[in-house]
């Protein structure tokens, strides 16, 4: 079955302080991992996807097919990455998006 | 700019009431989707349409039924509103090529009294 878990439903930090979001997933197959943002009040955006690799914000994800995980990581977070930061997944052939429960990430001053 | 546009953007209804969320887009995009968000279960498939004539259920299909009357525009119905479909509604589009260029619309807060 296509899952994908998120397993933090809040995560608070400080300022400064590194940040990891975990996902876990399951796919029979070669899935494409995602990464989406909700700001408060916002529509859902893209924040990174595996394949790119990029850096999006400061914030990187490597997927680890071993572990079926796709975690999100930010050394140093800041007050603005407070949001709601959804895992998604879908398969190459572009099928639809299954997302996570999502965590909502809380950074204090 | 191109966007996916959702009405209405609230809408308080009563149980039992027929309801229809519309979706438009200007991306030119093949594929739309309906999903629902709540909190602590994330956002769940409803239903999602590759093409005018294709049109398929998602996860949670039951009570919800759809039209895409052309390429631009999908519309999400609610039969017979009940409670536990108050929820956040959003629609989205994509390229047909893989998942990549997702655009999601504003949302649509449904409350079923």
């Known amino acids: 079955a296509q899952r994908v878990t998120q397993p933090e439903k809040l995560l608070s930090v400080f300022k400064g302080a590194p940040v990891e979001l975990k996902c876990n997933y399951s796919?029979?197959?070669?899935?494409?991992l995602f990464w989406y943002v909700q700001y408060s009040r916002q529509r859902l955006q893209l924040l990174l996807r595996h394949i790119s690799r990029e850096s999006i914000k400061g914030f990187t994800a490597d997927l680890n097919k071993g572990e079926t995980s796709f975690h999100l990581k930010k050394p140093f977070a800041q007050e603005e990455d407070s949001a709601m930061y959804y895992c998604?997944?879908?398969?190459?052939?572009?099928?639809?998006?299954?997302f996570g429960t999502g965590t909502r990430l809380q950074v204090f001053p | 700019d191109a966007d996916v546009t959702q009405t209405p953007r609230n809408r308080i209804t009563k149980t039992g009431k027929r309801i229809m969320l519309e979706c438009s887009q200007t991306k030119g995009h093949d594929r739309m989707y309906w999903y629902r968000q709540d909190p602590g279960l994330g956002l769940r498939l409803i239903y999602y349409s590759f093409d005018v004539k294709d049109i398929n259920k998602g996860e949670i299909s039951d009570g919800y039924s759809v039209s895409r009357q052309a390429q631009a525009k999908f519309s999400l119905s609610l039969e017979s509103a009940i409670p536990n479909q108050t929820a956040l509604y959003f629609c989205?589009?994509?390229?047909?090529?893989?998942?990549?260029?997702?655009?999601f619309g504003s949302g649509t807060r449904l409350t079923v009294v």
């Open positions: 989205a589009t994509s390229v047909g090529q893989g998942a990549v260029g997702y655009t």
């Open positions: 796919y029979s197959g070669s899935p494409e």
């Open positions: 998604a997944l879908s398969g190459l052939k572009g099928d639809k998006l299954i």
